[in-house]
């Protein structure tokens, strides 16, 4: 067996998990009386989820000293990115029916559209860097480019947050664990400036 197999095709089974979920719910007619916003729900959270997940994986190998765990954050990184562009596809055509002009009003007039839409394109350099060829081709410019993915995050909870209006207790949780994770990465930083 391949080393990592068995931590890879864990990442796989998370990253493909909410996928499976949803299939199961559609098959058994289980999506509610408004299917379309049931989906765009189910697909920002899981886009949440794996991108918080994809953050915590450095903080958990430095604090645990697990450093076989940074091999499935590019794996969990993209399955983020992937939800995304699920999310935003659902909202272009099954939600807007590719009504561009419509959609374009959207994105410029309301807020929680259009902190998501910012998410969005600033993740899409992070999938498209994500290969092993930009890493080289990048070097140390191609840490700092992935720390974009902090305000996108960030962006991600705002919309979130937003969008549910009333009803913030998980907005509220997402955003307490972003503020846990980027404490976390603080005092290596520090660290880093005062060893550099």
Do not use: C
């Not at 990184?77 to 807007?96: K, R, S």
């Not at 290969?131 to 480019?145: E, Y």
């Not at 991600?156 to 913030?168: E, I, M, N, Q, S």
Request: hydrophobic letters at 55%.
């Amino acid at each position: 067996m391949p080393k990592y197999a068995g931590l890879r095709a864990s990442a796989w089974l998370l990253g493909l998990a909410p996928l499976a979920w949803t299939g199961f719910r559609f098959s058994t007619d289980a999506l509610g009386a408004n299917p379309i916003e049931a989906v765009l729900l189910w697909s920002g959270r899981s886009a949440l989820i794996l991108l918080l997940a994809g953050l915590a994986i450095t903080p958990i190998r430095r604090f645990t000293g697990w450093n076989q765990i940074i091999k499935v954050r590019r794996t969990v990184g993209l399955f983020a990115f992937f939800y995304v562009t699920l999310h935003f596809l659902i909202y272009l055509g099954l939600d807007q029916g590719f009504a561009w002009s419509f959609i374009v009003e959207d994105v410029v007039a309301r807020p929680f559209i259009t902190s998501g839409f910012l998410g969005f394109l600033l993740l899409i350099p992070l999938a498209v860097t994500s290969t092993k060829g930009w890493i080289r081709r990048l070097g140390r410019r191609w840490q700092k480019l992935h720390r974009i993915v902090y305000p996108a995050a960030g962006l991600g909870v705002l919309h979130f947050y937003w969008k549910v209006k009333a009803d913030t207790f998980w907005p509220l949780v997402a955003l307490t664990i972003l503020l846990v994770l980027l404490l976390a990465r603080s005092p290596w930083r520090i660290l880093k400036r005062a060893s550099g």
